[in-house]
């Protein structure tokens, strides 16, 4: 096979993929273009949480500016340089903070997609306390002690950390489990570290703790978490939260409120050092972060921690700060974008293009008179309708894609975010969450109006951004 050639498996599921609207899980590099600055940065926050720091970024684009595509981008990246990945998007079910077991539930999700360079797809959570008893193991027999006694020592950091003792002791009994063959033992330590308990009886009866992982503590356990990776020998933990519209959604301010809080105490954390080889990565759109009425700019505490660097105009960049913005697709990138896909649907083979250079131009001519510019900056339609032309000249060699491509009925992207949650969701009125005491005062600099959208915005961020394939 030829170093170019592109595997079939890899092939098929790049194209299914993009035919359904979605981003492709494997195969990512051969459809990577531009956006080089953006991945510059995020490795440098991989880095630094692989040498026992902190990192946080809020990635802010358009819907449909590829946002999706660039956190499962910087996943892969983590796990190349062996940290672990969790990621979750949040919905209505999902949050950072509730009383009615949305963030148990989130945290559940995070749990189940926890993944290693070993085990990509999530998952992994057995491996990874499996691996941390190795090195136990392996530290016992070296000094001669007995593996109780070295296990315990290893805990001891993870016990002085909050609700670290049950933590601590449901490892412990994961171990007996391993060390004595009961699987039920085994299986049921990982459920709890997963947060599928959801009674205190049941876990005090299987594991013998009196506390489970539940709305409160959401954060505490994603601290712990990053303390065993590191325990396991892993360099550290990457979080990644994307569809953070969900939380500008809320109708309730009160609810609302009490998330933008639990997003104030990881900036806090992330900023301050505090937390140690632990890394976020939030993805939103402009209107969650900008937006003074319902955004994050409406937490004035926030607003002041995230305010853009006035310094970063007429053509300056600054890539340091907590706020990293996504550029939209151009002509060029999309250009090139299309001639990857042709080489992706040819299997590597050049010999084997589907379509000629003309063609590709004469594809975004025909784009640009039906919707515009959208067709590059938004491109999730076109893209689908150029692998569905791929996929017809495949099937029929004796069409002419001439012909095909003027018959092309391209339509603009349409925003899902702007259909509201239902009223009975969005009010919340019986959700008693207590009301949050904001730790800092507005900040007297206001943004530009040009950048914050004060009336009912466009929401953002659909499940599976396409737009920028970019490296």
């Not at 495949?394 to 259909?419: F, H, K, M």
């Amino acid at each position: 096979m030829s170093s170019n050639a592109i595997r079939p498996r890899e092939r098929d599921a790049i194209l299914q993929a993009l035919r359904a609207g979605v981003v492709p899980r494997v195969g990512q590099r051969h459809v990577q273009v531009g956006r080089a600055n953006e991945v510059q940065a995020l490795l440098s926050d991989i880095d630094r949480v692989a040498d026992g720091g902190t990192a946080i970024r809020f990635v802010i684009g358009e819907y449909g500016s590829g946002k999706t595509f660039f956190l499962q981008l910087v996943r892969s990246i983590a796990m190349e340089r062996k940290l672990v990945t969790i990621h979750a998007d949040l919905s209505p079910g999902r949050r950072l903070y509730a009383t009615g077991g949305q963030a148990r539930s989130l945290f559940a999700e995070l749990m189940r997609n926890i993944s290693t360079r070993a085990k990509p797809d999530g998952g992994a959570m057995s491996s990874i306390v499996e691996r941390f008893i190795s090195l136990a193991l392996n530290e016992a027999k070296g000094a001669g002690t007995p593996p109780e006694t070295v296990i315990q020592q290893r805990l001891v950091d993870l016990s002085e950390m909050v609700g670290g003792y049950d933590f601590a002791e449901v490892i412990g009994a994961y171990w007996r489990g391993y060390d004595t063959g009961n699987e039920r033992l085994k299986n049921d330590a990982v459920r709890w570290l997963r947060g599928e308990f959801s009674t205190r009886t049941d876990a005090r009866a299987a594991l013998g703790v009196r506390t489970i992982v539940d709305d409160a503590n959401l954060y505490d356990q994603i601290k712990l978490m990053s303390r065993l990776v590191r325990l396991a020998g892993f360099a550290g933990l990457l979080v990644c939260l994307d569809e953070m519209v969900n939380l500008y959604k809320l109708a309730n301010t009160q609810a609302r409120n009490s998330n933008y809080e639990q997003i104030l105490r990881i900036l806090n954390d992330s900023l301050q050092g505090s937390a140690t080889r632990l890394g976020f990565v939030f993805g939103g759109t402009p209107d969650f972060l900008l937006d003074t009425r319902r955004g994050l700019y409406s937490y004035p505490a926030l607003q002041s921690r995230l305010a853009e660097n006035t310094y970063a105009a007429n053509g300056l960049v600054d890539y340091s700060g907590p706020v990293l913005r996504l550029a939209n697709l151009s002509k060029e990138d999309f250009y090139l974008l299309l001639t990857r896909l042709r080489h992706v649907a040819a299997a590597g083979d050049p010999a084997a293009y589907l379509v000629p250079d003309q063609g590709l131009t004469a594809f975004m001519t025909h784009c640009s008179a039906r919707i515009g510019d959208a067709y590059f900056r938004t491109p999730r339609t076109t893209i689908k309708e150029f692998v569905n032309l791929l996929a017809v000249l495949e099937q029929n060699p004796e069409a002419n894609w001439a012909s095909l491509i003027g018959s092309v009925n391209i339509l603009p992207e349409s925003n899902p975010d702007l259909v509201p949650l239902p009223i009975e969701e969005a009010a919340e009125s019986s959700d008693p969450e207590p009301p949050v005491a904001q730790t800092a005062t507005p900040t007297t600099s206001t943004p530009p109006q040009s950048q914050i959208r004060q009336s009912a915005p466009s929401l953002g961020g659909g499940d599976n951004d396409l737009a920028t394939f970019r490296l």
